[in-house]
């Protein structure tokens, strides 16, 4: 089992086509390409036996995250990648599977929630507030959730589940 949690932001929040061309770069480097060099290296030793493969997503990848392109195209790219590992990893019976978290109580969503207050003019808690109106569960998920789902994904109670980009986000994404 192979579970690719790679991700990175660099550069200041910007337009696309502002991006600093180095930023955009190694933003795709870590975030999209990080994913596909190990899986390059994991996928030999997982021929010819049961194996999955399971990509850490993002809901940017679905629906565009503003004033960071760099990593919605990423994560966009890793849920392709996904999709087409699927495809040609079936047959060997490694199956290949993406989760997209939408908003996870981590660190990383601390620091976004007080970069949303200082851009709105607001404090943390009412920026955290808003960004909570806007998931339907009302609240923000958690780490083991997004983990939970990881482990199921890779055990054999998944074993008719790939090529898949399942969404853990409160109800945040609900399209198909």
């Known amino acids: 089992m192979l579970f690719n949690n790679a991700a990175a932001v660099?550069?200041?929040?910007?337009?696309?086509h502002e991006y600093v061309e180095e930023d955009w770069l190694r933003t795709l480097d870590v975030t999209l390409n990080g994913v596909v060099r190990v899986s390059q290296a994991a996928v030999p030793l997982m021929e010819g036996r049961l194996g999955a493969i399971v990509n850490v997503a993002s809901r940017a990848g679905k629906k565009p995250a503003e004033l960071n392109g760099a990593y919605s195209v990423a994560k966009a790219g890793v849920i392709m990648a996904t999709k087409v590992m699927?495809?040609?990893?079936?047959?060997?019976?490694?199956?290949?599977?993406?989760?997209?978290?939408?908003?996870?109580?981590?660190?990383?969503?601390?620091?976004?929630?007080?970069?949303?207050?200082?851009?709105?003019?607001?404090?943390?808690?009412?920026a955290r507030k808003r960004l909570l109106d806007t998931v339907p569960l009302g609240r923000m998920?958690?780490?083991?959730?997004?983990?939970d789902l990881g482990v199921y994904l890779a055990s054999s109670q998944a074993s008719y589940i790939t090529g898949q980009a399942i969404n853990v986000g409160g109800g945040l994404l609900t399209e198909l």
Do not use: W, Y
């Open 86 to 126: 699927a495809s040609e990893l079936a047959s060997q019976g490694i199956r290949v599977n993406a989760i997209c978290p939408g908003l996870i109580d981590t660190d990383l969503q601390v620091l976004n929630v007080a970069l949303k207050a200082h851009v709105m003019g607001v404090s943390e808690d009412e």
């Open 141 to 147: 998920g958690t780490v083991e959730e997004v983990a």
């Open 10 to 16: 660099f550069g200041a929040p910007t337009p696309l």
